[in-house]
Every structure is written in C-alpha cells, then in structure tokens.
C-alpha cells in the first residue's frame, strides 16, 4: 500500500482532593509516630468541624470527583477524535470503495476482521457460529475450530451487537467495527487518567498523564493503522486493570470497596485474556512483579492470593470459552501461580527472622518457587502434548545468545524490526515533549526508597510487634506505589529487549511520570534536603509545576496536533485492488490460494477464498505447512515445490516481487535466506521465484 499527499477540499483550580491522605513518608520527625498522629486526628476534626458549618460545602469532594471524572472523559475522547482523523485524513477512507477499505487491513488484521464480516453474512448468528466452530476455509484440506484457536470474541460479539442494534440504516458495518476500536481508546485514555489520580491525589496528574499519551503518539500506540490488532483490543483492559489494582492496594480501604474493586480486576483481567493470544506472557510478568513486592514484604497474604485468583479464574474462563485451549493450561503463568501458592502455603515462617535469615528463607522460596513452575509447565506440555508456543521459546533462546538457532520460525522473529533492541531515537521522541525526564527522575528517586523501604521490612521481626515497628520507621512507602512502580521497571526491560512490546510500558509510562510531578512523595524527598517542606511550599509545587508544563506543551505540540490531523493523503495501491478483483470474479469460489501470510489474509477478507496458510502462528502444524508452502522462495526444483503445493491442496500461487527481490531486509534475513538456512543447504539453483519470472518452465 502507498499513501500519496492530495489537496485540501474547499468545502481553578480544582486539582486534588479535598482532603489530603497521612503521608506515609516521615523522614526525621521529632516527634513519635503515635504522639504526630493523634495530634493530627485532632486537627482534622477540627478542621472537619468548621468545614462543616459552612453551607454546601459536603458536597465539595463529590464535586471534585464528578469534575476530574469529566475532565477524563473530554481528553479520552479527544484522543479517540485524534486517532480516527488521521486514519480517515490518511486513507481518505470515507472515500474508498469497500475492496480498497479492506485492503487496509493488513496482515493479521485483515484475518480478524474476516471473521466479523463472516458472521454478519451468515444467515443467523448460529450459523455464523457453526461455520467457525467447523471452518474449513481458513486452512485447506482441515476443519480447524476458529473459537479456539484464536481470540476472536470482539468479532463475534460486535458482529451480535450490531445484528441486534437499529443502526444498520444509518452506519456501514466497517464503521461500526472501527468506532468501537477507536472508542476502546478513550477506556485506555481514562484508565491512565485514573491511575495517575490515585496515585498522586490530583486529577492534574490524570490530566497530565492524557496530554502525555496523545503527544506521543507514536510510541503509545499504532491503532490509526492497526486497528484490529488484537492488543489494540486488549491494552485497554490492561491498563484499567491497573488502575484497578492501583485502587485495591491503596491504604484503608473499605472492606466493601475491596470487593467492589476485585470484582473490577477481574473483569478487565478477563477481558484483556480473551482479546489476545499473548496473555499469558503479559500476566507471567505482573506475577512476578506480585512475588516480588510479597517477598519484601509490601503486600498482605490476603492481597497476594486476591490477586493471583484474579489471574488463574480469568484463565480458566478463556479457557472455557476457547473450548479447552491447551495452549492456557501449559502457560508458565498457570504454573508459577500454583508453585508460588502452593509453597508460600507449606513454607511456614517465611517472614521470620533476623534479615540474613530472612534473606536465606527468601533465597530458599525463590528457588523453589521457579523449580516448581519449570516442572509443572515441562509435565503440563508433555501430557497435553504441547507445541503451540515452542517457537516462542526458540527465538527468547536465540535472542538472548543462548545458542544460534537455525529454526525457521524463530528466525523470522530474529529479523523482524519489531522484535529487536528498543531503538534510541524513542527516548529522542519521550525527551522532546518532556515526560522522559520527569519519568527517570521519579523513578531513580523511588526505586531507591523501595530499596530502602525493602531492607527496612527484611529487618523487621515477624514477632508481634511488627505492626508496631513498622509504624516507627523512618522510610515507607505505600503499596500502590509500590506496585506501580515496579510495573513500570518490569515492563521497561520488556520494551527495551523487545520493540513491539513497548506499548504495554509506555502508556504506563506517561501516568507514572504525572504522579511524579503531582504527587508528593517525591517532592517531598527535594524539599527535605532543601529544609524547606512546608505544606504550602508543597501545595505550591504540585500545582504549579503540571501547570507550567501543559502551557509548555500546548504552546509548542498543540499547532503541530492540528497540523498532523488535518495532512490530508489518498489510500493508494491499484495492483493489489487489480488482484482482489481478478481472484473474486476468476476463480471458483472453492479455490485454494498459496502465497505469503500476509498477502493470503487480504485475499480471504476481500474474496472468502480458501488459504493454505495464514498469519496467525500460534499452532505447529501451521507453522510447519508455513514452511513448506514458502518453498515457492527457495532454492527448489519445479517438481519439489509441485509436490508440496499439491499435498496442501492449493490450486494457485501468487508470488511477490517484494519477497522475490527483497530489499527490506539485509542478506541472511531475507526469505530465501531463511529457507536455505532451515533446509540445510545451499543449493546451486536459483531461487524459485526467479526462475519463473525468467520464463523457465512452469511449475
């Protein structure tokens, strides 16, 4: 696809809460602990009492609310405005004719979304579902259960929606889809605004956090192109998940609230696992994260085992609904919850000690803990005969250096853009709109008093007076910022050793960074060295601050916004409408396509011709026909290739000249490479491509 540019047609202050939590930092207080906290419980009575007598002035914290819940609203469906203007100004879309908008799709995107199409062709939603349940199209000569092999609920479920609902008059279906994946993005927008409230008890933080998201676009997110995308379904979830968690960790909460709030992790927890495939490995890490502040003594049991039920129930729901995907029962994540459950219930006295005891106990459980899940994952996939995510762990091999690899699949990975090194010039783009330096101050600040913090409790006593000792201590910090914090550490490491997986840290990345600059555990620490911490000195900072930078950036990015949403380009690819449109008039309606994954998922959007293989690549089998049909690039002779094109039933072959004489890639990753590598060989022919354009004869 090209995009080609074409004309212009003619045609105050309410920023925090009412009323302030008790810091949980008390850096040198001369006063106790106890003796500072009744003197202050009664100091707010006071200040209770005569905020009271003024009228209408309960209602204020309501008011606070109801304003920054709004103010949440208005910049998530700015942001949703932002994304749909520049994916109509850079396709022209509403312009288009139905074969040009789905070619748009590209990739995998236009397989997930030929299902939503499927189902709305069907004659009833029963059939619709049948026909995926024993679908026989989307691989040759095999009945594959859709529904289980991949998360395509959202389609089915919009698919429903728009059946039932009375806008078919008045909105095309393809509109429908987009609308909601675009509306998906102001959840996503509202749950960084949240977060970033909890945290830092001012919705300028939220706001902050919003203006963050959308002025970096192009590392947050990629939905204006990508819009089926399944983590452009699930991120959403995800990141409400957090704010989810946030709540649930914060101090003195209501037993009531608890409930309510778990209910609310679990739900979006369930919805992130049933959008997308790569669930799993997402929730491996915010377990490890839950181990890791359980170890150091930050969370409660009860907050422990909340939270990895949250997980393991909305597993097994999928995995109800995917009708028994193997894949969910052999996931590492599974397995190292139930490790970590299961010994933290039979290693008693883990929190006990002196601190090199305790040390040694911890050193003890870890080791343990990761034996078990190592055990129970290999017996889990060999009883279940599990191969689907091998070639995942064949390229994390290979990309680490842990031996070269002359596996296809993982070298297809190895090469991809997308799964290497985060680039540098990132953290050019984060620097330019001023959130990379507030970020790494916050978080260089506070990973050291987690480390503090964490010594503090390893040297604290089991014994009953714990809770006492605790309450002395010079350095703490609050389990939600606990958690947040090392959200943002785990999923950091994730993005810089894999690209794609940027867009889960990001998001995250710019609410952590407003708490930084609106909360004030961190202005706090400055101004204790300065020996100037008052609390209007602190008032001061934390509004002014946030403030001066939304003037900054609405000052420099705000023309730049309107520029860039108004550009206005053509969607522009004649040879591939030329294809779609000889495939749907010229062939049979049973003829079965071979090719590249990519182009081969257009082809059943656009004409519902069979496919030998496609690009969802979490199956072996798949992987393996993959291999084969892309033989057709390889140095093989005419009768090898005729051979394995028969034996997967395709009846034509469309070949590309950008994979025949492929530039993209540097010479050892390109296709032909791959495959001569994968067979072991280097053959004395030509690339088999070549030879057919050459005129040689005809397979």
């Given at each position: 696809m090209r995009v080609r540019s074409r004309r212009k047609s003619n045609s105050d202050d309410n920023v925090g809460t009412a009323l302030d939590r008790p810091l949980l930092l008390n850096f040198g207080a001369k006063e106790t602990q106890r003796d500072y906290k009744s003197g202050q419980r009664g100091t707010e009575e006071c200040l209770k009492l005569s905020w009271n007598l003024i009228p209408g002035q309960n209602c204020w914290p309501a008011v606070v609310i109801a304003a920054g819940l709004l103010l949440a609203g208005v910049i998530g469906l700015f942001h949703a405005w932002c994304v749909y203007s520049i994916h109509e100004n850079l396709l022209w879309f509403s312009h288009l004719k139905e074969v040009e908008r789905e070619i748009s799709f590209r990739t995998e995107c236009g397989l997930y979304y030929s299902y939503y199409k499927q189902m709305l062709k069907a004659p009833s939603v029963q059939q619709g579902l049948y026909e995926l349940i024993h679908d026989n199209t989307t691989e040759s000569k095999r009945t594959i259960n859709i529904l289980q092999r991949m998360n395509i609920y959202q389609e089915v479920f919009l698919s429903i929606l728009y059946r039932i609902l009375p806008i078919q008059t008045y909105l095309e279906p393809i509109y429908f889809y987009i609308y909601t994946v675009f509306a998906l993005q102001t959840v996503y927008v509202f749950a960084l605004f949240i977060t970033s409230w909890l945290l830092s008890d001012s919705w300028l933080a939220g706001a902050l956090s919003g203006v963050w998201y959308i002025l970096n676009r192009v590392d947050t997110t990629r939905v204006e192109f990508t819009i089926s995308l399944r983590e452009n379904w699930s991120i959403p979830f995800f990141a409400l998940q957090v704010a989810a968690i946030t709540c649930y960790l914060r101090p003195q909460l209501k037993p009531i609230h608890q409930r309510v709030v778990l209910w609310l992790v679990f739900v979006s927890t369930f919805c992130?696992?049933?959008?997308?495939?790569?669930?799993?490995?997402?929730?491996?890490?915010?377990?490890?994260?839950?181990?890791?502040?359980?170890?150091?003594?930050?969370?409660?049991?009860?907050?422990?085992?909340?939270?990895?039920?949250?997980?393991?129930?909305?597993?097994?729901?999928?995995?109800?609904?995917?009708?028994?995907?193997?894949?969910?029962?052999?996931?590492?994540?599974?397995?190292?919850?139930?490790?970590?459950?299961?010994?933290?219930?039979?290693?008693?006295?883990?929190?006990?000690?002196?601190?090199?005891?305790?040390?040694?106990?911890?050193?003890?459980?870890?080791?343990?803990?990761?034996?078990?899940?190592?055990?129970?994952?290999?017996?889990?996939?060999?009883?279940?005969?599990?191969?689907?995510?091998?070639?995942?762990?064949?390229?994390?091999?290979?990309?680490?250096?842990?031996?070269?690899?002359?596996?296809?699949?993982?070298?297809?990975?190895?090469?991809?853009?997308?799964?290497?090194?985060?680039?540098?010039?990132?953290?050019?783009?984060?620097?330019?709109?001023?959130?990379?330096?507030?970020?790494?101050?916050?978080?260089?600040?506070?990973?050291?008093?987690?480390?503090?913090?964490?010594?503090?409790?390893?040297?604290?006593?089991?014994?009953?007076?714990?809770?006492?000792?605790?309450?002395?201590?010079?350095?703490?910090?609050?389990?939600?910022?606990?958690?947040?914090?090392?959200?943002?550490?785990?999923?950091?490491?994730?993005?810089?050793?894999?690209?794609?997986?940027?867009?889960?840290?990001?998001?995250?990345?710019?609410?952590?960074?407003?708490?930084?600059?609106?909360?004030?555990?961190?202005?706090?620490?400055?101004?204790?060295?300065?020996?100037?911490?008052?609390?209007?000195?602190?008032?001061?900072?934390?509004?002014?601050?946030?403030?001066?930078?939304?003037a900054f950036l609405y000052y420099k990015f705000w023309p730049r916004l309107m520029e860039e949403i108004s550009e206005l380009r053509e969607f522009y690819d004649p040879d591939t409408v030329e294809l779609m449109e000889w495939i749907r008039l010229k062939t049979p309606k049973r003829a079965v396509f071979a090719g590249s994954m990519q182009l081969l998922a257009g082809i059943k959007l656009c004409t519902g011709r069979v496919l030998t293989n496609h690009p969802h690549y979490e199956d072996q089998a798949l992987r393996e026909r993959t291999r084969q049909v892309y033989q057709i690039y390889a140095r093989q002779s005419a009768e090898e290739v005729h051979k394995v094109l028969g034996s997967v039933g395709a009846d034509y072959i469309v070949l590309e000249d950008s994979i025949c004489y492929e530039r993209r890639h540097s010479r050892g990753c390109r296709l032909r490479d791959l495959l001569d590598l994968a067979n072991g060989h280097t053959s004395l022919l030509s690339p088999r491509c070549l030879l057919h354009r050459s005129h040689d004869p005809p397979i």
């Open positions: 992130f696992c049933l959008t997308w495939q790569f669930n799993q490995f997402v929730l491996l890490v915010q377990a490890l994260i839950i181990f890791t502040l359980d170890c150091l003594d930050f969370f409660t049991a009860e907050q422990v085992v909340s939270l990895y039920l949250m997980q393991v129930l909305s597993l097994l729901l999928v995995w109800l609904l995917q009708f028994c995907n193997t894949m969910i029962l052999g996931s590492l994540v599974l397995s190292f919850i139930v490790s970590a459950l299961f010994i933290k219930h039979f290693q008693t006295g883990l929190k006990t000690g002196s601190f090199v005891i305790r040390v040694g106990k911890l050193a003890l459980h870890t080791l343990l803990v990761l034996t078990s899940t190592f055990t129970i994952n290999y017996s889990a996939k060999k009883i279940l005969q599990l191969k689907s995510d091998e070639h995942i762990f064949k390229f994390i091999k290979a990309k680490f250096g842990f031996g070269a690899t002359r596996d296809f699949d993982a070298s297809l990975y190895l090469c991809e853009e997308a799964f290497g090194l985060l680039p540098l010039d990132t953290f050019e783009r984060l620097a330019g709109t001023v959130l990379l330096y507030p970020y790494l101050c916050t978080l260089s600040v506070l990973f050291i008093l987690l480390l503090l913090v964490a010594l503090s409790n390893l040297s604290t006593n089991g014994s009953g007076q714990a809770s006492r000792e605790k309450e002395d201590r010079t350095f703490r910090m609050r389990p939600d910022v606990a958690y947040n914090l090392l959200h943002t550490v785990f999923f950091g490491l994730l993005a810089f050793s894999t690209m794609r997986m940027k867009y889960l840290w990001t998001g995250h990345m710019c609410a952590f960074a407003a708490f930084g600059v609106c909360g004030k555990e961190v202005w706090m620490l400055y101004l204790r060295v300065l020996h100037c911490n008052t609390k209007t000195t602190m008032r001061l900072i934390r509004y002014s601050v946030p403030i001066v930078i939304l």
